[in-house]
């Protein structure tokens, strides 16, 4: 991980992930097994399921619930120990919107404007889209600064929201005249920041995909993840002896990406052993080897799953333990802005 933002703030690590639809291997690779690697890495970690993020776009309520808990099982399941991390859902925590609101106060038009995941998810009937999925990118600027955090493990596809949340950082500093908000550091690492859809090399691997070939979700079970694998989309050339040689495949690079994330080896690496090969006998092994590493995961998360009362207990003591850490910095933002604070301070 690179240095700190400013010198005086340590690190903090913070990501979050919405509870809308299932986890994809996108997610894993991308998000959930870096956010264990930081964890495993000793830094203070925090990881929050965006409940407020998701209803950006209709949520069934059952459904929501359901994928709240889900999302926790699938982080617990994957390695987060919510005994090191802090594990969370975001409306627990009442700062996240309070300070989402200031940011919606300090961002401009222009900026929000710009965000291509807003126009993607709009789509054509931009009208007719929430006023929260336009102003996500402030709340996601909420959800890291209200801890100060420093460093923001996500995919790539979040480095415009980012991008923005140094802005506002860096905006509200500036007009308040204080050192108050870390310049935060994306952590866009490793060769999963992007992994693509089984059936389209150049679309991003997405729970929201109309395809269900096009994913691996983390709930498939052995013969679905074999027989997608099988499918996915690829070219008649066998595979090169060097990434070089994957230029202008974008399907082959991404089965290798894939292999090489889940083994924790480079591509490089995978095609010293399978260069030359086809896909015939690549896909077997790839998928042999996402069994072998999912399989657990998913048997834990059934188990996690059996128990939801078990987790919301967690999720409400990661809660607690996040709003212990957002509180003082949501109070001293609002000193900062002029706001009269007479009330007993007790984190909410
Ligand atoms: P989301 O499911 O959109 O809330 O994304 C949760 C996290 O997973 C974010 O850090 C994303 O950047 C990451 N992510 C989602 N899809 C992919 C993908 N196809 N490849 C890599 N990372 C992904
Ligand atoms: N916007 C992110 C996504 O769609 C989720 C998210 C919300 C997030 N708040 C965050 C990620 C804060 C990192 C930090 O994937």
Known sequence: MSDMATPTHRTRVFSGVQPSGGLT??????????????????????????????????????????????????????????????????????????????????????????????????????????????????????????????????????KQHLELTRDIAIKFNHDYAVDFFPVVEPVIEGVATRVMSLRDGTKKMSKSDPSDMSRINLTDDADTIAQKFRKARTDPEPLPDAPEGLEGRAEARNLVNIYAALADCTPEAVLDAYGGQGFGAFKPALADLAVAKLAPINAEMARLMDDPAEIDRMLGEGADRAAALAHPILEAMFEIMGMVRSRPRTPR
């Open 25 to 158: 291997l996108g997610n894993y690779l991308g998000a959930l097994k870096r956010f264990v690697e930081a964890q495993e890495r000793g830094t203070e970690t925090l990881y929050c399921i965006v409940d407020l993020h998701a209803i950006t776009v209709w949520q069934e309520p059952a459904k929501l619930r359901h994928a709240t808990r889900e999302l926790a099982a699938g982080f617990m399941a994957a390695g987060i120990d919510p005994a090191r991390s802090i594990l969370f859902n975001q409306s627990q925590v009442s700062a996240h919107a309070e300070m989402g609101w200031a940011f919606n106060c300090v961002a401009r038009m222009g900026w929000l404007n710009r965000m291509t995941q807003f126009k993607d998810k709009a789509g054509k009937n931009r009208e007719n889209a929430s006023v929260g999925l336009f102003a996500y990118p402030n709340l996601m600027a909420a959800d890291i600064l209200t801890y100060h955090a420093t460093h923001v493990p996500v995919g790539e596809d979040q």
